[in-house]
């Protein structure tokens, strides 16, 4: 991303505490997610090991993505922040998606608990068609033209609407499997995830829309920060919700651990 | 926060320490409440996770506030230590609020171990109103203007009287249904929940008493320090012994582990 040559401190330091927000909350999902994995029955524990893998590698890349920006201004004698020369590194977010998405969309799979030889066949469709759209998205993200942007953006939009798809055909029959808790929480998943992966390709779309400069820099990043945020940590704890709902439908209050 | 354009040596070590001290105390706390949710039924498990989790925030955030501390003075050849101009990053600790804040109204909530459907009600009134509150101050924190700081602070003192009656009605109307131990150690929390919380907006305010230089940014410092071990530590010590009390009143001594 072509970063602005100044940054008020204000601007400056809403993206460099929002990323530091983003650290803390992941560390804290995963120590959340390695212990609540105790608290289910054995088949609901790998969409719990998927979700803490996820925050995991999330923590990871925010901590990186923290010290390259801060790296990549300095603190001007006028109180302001001047770009420093040093590059943005915006690969670690993708690097991230690359092995968080296909993880996110499998922990979905893997909460349903669907009959084996149906499962291993939908998860297998599912993160091919993750990687693919992030690593489409990629060369789209990096380039400061319009065209490739927009053109690379699309490639990547059809294995977005086909993951989409997938997920709301196969939940919605998992939902109709289900009943009360479950079923609504299960609809509150679905909403979650349109709600969150919707905002990534606005974020990527908003150099093409013509708002540029520093007001751009700022909103996708403290766009893709909050998505990430609820793509990843409020989506894994309703997962762990969607868990105990289906453990409480069976029957199974408590777990001896 | 304005920071002294100079300090003494004990002044700035003071802090420095002081600091040091809440983060060996952070983690230490989250080894703790990790191993003490074992010795716990499944029931009061819930409060001890949230205890670990506030800990584990509260201990990256003061590592990050002990460095920005670090990086904001410079030892001089006189012995004593100048600005160095970088800024002191107050965010840190309003960052750390609004995500532990929530997670501690919560626990108390989650250790009342009441019927699900008053639980949930009840815990997201106090999430949300102790959001809000953090949120609210943050405005007069950062602001070096008496007037708005006092505006903020008045904001944010609604949603802090809020919880503080709610904890208070619920508090008592279960205190009532315990009997010995408990009861006590309920009042007791109740007790610390006041000592504490009531820290936070003295600190706020010390600027505006007209306590300025380098006595108000030091009583701040060592003040919130103070409160954060005890609200988050200290609290969380008295939530396991309420758990406790609470698994020997309903004849339960030992947990299989």
Not at 138 to 151: D, F, H, Q, V
Request: overall charge neutral.
């Amino acid at each position: 991303m072509h970063l602005p040559a100044e940054l008020s401190a204000g601007q400056f330091q809403l993206v460099y505490n929002m990323l530091s927000l983003a650290i803390a909350a992941m560390i804290a999902s995963f120590a959340f997610f390695v212990m609540a994995r105790q608290q289910l029955t054995a088949k609901y524990r790998p969409a719990m090991v998927m979700s803490s893998l996820v925050v995991l590698i999330a923590a990871y890349h925010y901590w990186r993505i923290f010290n390259s920006w801060d790296a990549a201004y300095a603190l001007s004698a006028s109180g302001s922040y001047a770009a420093s020369g040093k590059p943005f590194n915006d690969a670690y977010r993708y690097v991230d998606w690359l092995l968080t998405v296909p993880l996110l969309v499998a922990e979905l799979v893997a909460v349903l608990a669907l009959p084996k030889g149906h499962r291993g066949p939908l998860m297998a469709k599912l993160v091919i068609a993750s990687a693919l759209m992030i690593m489409l998205g990629y060369p789209g993200e990096i380039s400061s033209e319009t065209g490739p942007r927009i053109g690379w953006g699309l490639a990547s939009t059809v294995p977005f609407l086909y993951i989409l798809w997938v997920l709301y055909s196969e939940l919605g029959k998992a939902a109709a499997d289900n009943s009360g808790e479950t079923k609504v929480l299960l609809r509150n998943t679905q909403l979650l995830l349109l709600a969150t992966w919707g905002f990534y390709p606005i974020a990527y779309l908003l150099p093409v829309l013509g708002i540029s400069g520093a007001s751009s820099v700022i909103a996708v990043q403290i766009g893709y920060s909050i998505s990430d945020i609820a793509a990843k940590c409020g989506y894994g704890v309703m997962i762990y919700a969607i868990a105990r709902a289906k453990m409480s439908a069976e029957g199974v209050e408590e777990v001896a651990s």
